[in-house]
Nanobody, 125 residues
Framework: QVQLVESGGGLVQAGGSLRLSCASS????????MGWFRQAPGKEREFVAA?????????YYADSVKGRFIISRDNAKNTVYLQMNTLKPEDTAVYYC?????????????????WGQGTQLTVFS
């Protein structure tokens, strides 16, 4: 069983930066592909970024965040991060961390078995 806990959300002005963290309780964290998704009010949950499990560290991004967001992981700390730069009001959403029982990433939410509770990001102009 994997438990995920996100942190780092908050209120930030457009153009600013913020880093989300997701801590995992899993003993085999490094073997899991990890993803970040977000859900804005009235919208479906959407893919944001993903990173493959060990030994690869390939990363993948939604077009809407490419060049602004960076996903990374620290397997020694069982933590995955989402560095968000040049934030826009349209980035406002609840951000969810997810773990997939595979080293291969996915951009599809239902292919991730484990989810955190979410953390709110609000970007104001």
């Amino acid at each position: 069983q994997v438990q995920l806990v996100e942190s780092g959300g908050g209120l930030v002005q457009a153009g600013g930066s913020l880093r989300l963290s997701c801590a995992s309780s899993g003993r085999t964290f490094s073997n899991y592909a990890m993803g970040w998704f977000r859900q804005a009010p009235g919208k479906e949950r959407e893919f944001v970024a993903a990173i493959r499990g060990w030994p690869r560290t390939s990363t993948y991004y939604a077009d809407s965040v490419k060049g602004r967001f960076i996903i990374s992981r620290d397997n020694a700390k069982n933590t995955v991060y989402l560095q968000m730069n040049t934030l826009k009001p349209e980035d406002t959403a609840v951000y969810y961390c997810a773990a997939r029982s595979s080293t291969v990433h996915s951009t599809t939410a239902n292919e991730y078995a484990y989810w955190g509770q979410g953390t709110q990001l609000t970007v104001f102009s």
